[in-house]
C-alpha cells in the first residue's frame, strides 16, 4: 500500500470518528481508533522508506552531477582529467560510471611496451 492510499484512510477513519463519536457506543470508537492506530503506522514505515529512498537519490545525483561536471578527454583509449597526472578506466567509467584508477602495466613477453591496466575489469591499455 503506497502512502497516499494509507493517507486517505486514515482520513477516511478520522471522517467516520468525528461522525460516531459522542452517540455510539464505546466498543464502535476503540474499533475504529486501532484502525486509525494501524493506519498511522503504516504511513510511518512508508515514510521511513521513501526517506531512505530520497537519500540514496540524492546520493545518485550529487554522483551524476559530479561526472557531468568533470569532463574527460581520451588519450590512448584512457581517460585524462584536468590537473590530474592519473590515468582512468574508460571501459569501467562509460559502462558503470566508476571512475577507476589504472595501474602501470607491461606485458612479459613485450615488457618495452608501457601501458595500463585497469584493476577491475583487466582491460589494458599501450601507449604507441
Ligand atoms: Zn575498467
Redesign the pocket.
Known sequence: MDVMTSIGLAVDILAKLKKVCGAIKEADVQILFAELQSQFANVKNEASDLKIELANLKEENLRLKNSLLEKPEVKNGTYVYPEDSSRY?T??FDGDQKK?RLQPYSHHLAPQNKGFK?P??Q?TFFEF
Request: hydrophobic share 40%; charged share 0%; net charge neutral.
Open positions: 578506466c571501459a569501467c577507476v585497469c577491475i575489469c582491460n
